[in-house]
């Protein structure tokens, strides 16, 4: 009873995670659920839970989807730093003014890193410029053209056209991944081609029959499972196998490839900029309550390379596993053959601004998103076996 007295009255809790702790039944678990009973009425964006892993562990499930900070060997001093800018934040938002200490010179939080501004169509043919050393762990494939049939946006982007579906180029470079604690740089270090729009209800009934309303040929499919986004890239890539350049697969983004496409290179929450706003997208402040046309919000509510409706009308499928930050290629969160949790990315029409943040993540084991999911495809190098 005193421990949940104290939950209640508590302006920010820290969960401690380690091998131990996770397994341990009785009083630890319990006291985990009151935590997070408490966190879910707090409004949201609220940093009031801050989960610390103290050691290399896999979170409890429902813990899966908050961001946490690793303070253990190797991690330690921007475990803390991030911790103690959570805390500086959370008493700011109570009106609390207090000081986050600096780390120490020798040990920064984070390498600075230069980010690769965006080709336009007159820089296109200029080449991006990445670190060697991202060069030698994975080349990047130059795409330089994905058919004949080409044609300018409105914003000046450049858009190819493959079966009917349009692409956009995202460049090969650097961008910020995440959101909070838990942001930091990623290199993506070969260029790949995003498609503009999510999969629509017309485009996916070639592949296969599917029930909708008459009219709604240009609103994203929903109620489509991630077997059913999969078998979908398969048959379109068969479709267009001889269109496609030597080295490249169409097939679902991963995590980190639609977050990129979604944002750029600057951190940005919106696909627009810093500041949500409910007529750039179809969330639930802007009361629709069903699916939208895919083209309703562009270009207003387009990202920086020119992708529409990345935040809000459909959960989107990612290629990749839930796990924990930071987003590794190789640490087998793409492998297809792997049973688990998949990604949603880009809020729905029945979710609020939080869940149509650039950053945000969530995963399938809700049924409540069933009615709310689509996906979008991209060409790009093969994904790690």
């Avoid at 921007?78 to 010179?105: D, W």
């Amino acid at each position: 009873m005193e421990i949940e007295k104290a939950v209640e009255a508590a302006d920010a809790i820290i969960v401690c995670l380690s091998k131990g702790s996770i397994t341990k039944e009785g009083y630890v678990q319990r006291e985990l659920r009151i935590v997070l009973d408490y966190a879910d009425y707090k409004p949201e964006g609220t940093l009031y839970l801050m989960p610390v892993r103290l050691e290399e562990c896999d979170p409890p499930r429902r813990l899966r989807s908050w961001q946490y900070a690793d303070y253990f060997e190797g991690h330690r001093e921007r475990g803390l730093q991030r911790l103690l800018v959570s805390l500086k934040r959370r008493a700011e938002s109570l009106g609390m003014n207090v000081e986050t200490p600096a780390l120490k010179k020798e040990e920064p939080i984070e390498e600075k890193k230069p980010v690769v501004e965006t080709p336009t169509l007159k820089q296109k043919e200029k080449p991006v410029e990445v670190k060697k050393a991202a060069i030698e762990k994975r080349k990047p494939i130059s795409v330089t053209q994905i058919s004949t049939n080409q044609k300018n946006t409105e914003n000046g982007f450049l858009v190819e056209i493959l079966s009917g579906i349009e692409f956009v180029r995202v460049p090969a470079g650097i961008f910020l991944m995440g959101a909070g604690i838990e942001q930091n740089s990623l290199d993506i270090p070969y260029d790949y081609w995003m498609a503009r729009f999510p999969v629509m209800n017309g485009q996916y009934d070639r592949f296969r029959k599917k029930d909708f309303d008459k009219g709604k040929e240009n609103h994203p499919v929903i109620r489509v499972t991630w077997i059913d986004a999969i078998a979908y890239c398969q048959w379109l890539s068969d479709q267009i196998k001889t269109e496609l350049p030597s080295g490249l697969v169409l097939r679902l983004p991963t995590e980190a490839e639609w977050e990129k496409a979604a944002r750029g290179t600057d951190g940005r929450e919106y696909p627009w900029g810093k500041q949500f706003d409910k007529n750039k997208c179809n969330t639930s402040e802007g009361r629709k309550n069903d699916t939208t046309p895919v083209s309703l919000f562009s270009p207003q509510g387009d990202s920086p390379y020119g992708c529409a409706d990345m935040a809000g009308n459909v959960w989107e499928w990612t290629h990749s596993l839930m796990k924990p930050y930071p987003y590794n290629v190789n640490d087998g969160r793409e492998d297809e053959k792997v049973s688990g949790v998949r990604v949603l990315r880009g809020g729905s029409f029945l979710y609020d601004e939080w869940g149509a943040r650039c950053a945000s993540r969530y995963d399938d084991r809700l049924d409540y998103f069933h009615s709310q999911i689509g996906f979008r495809v991209v060409v790009a190098s093969p994904v790690p076996k």
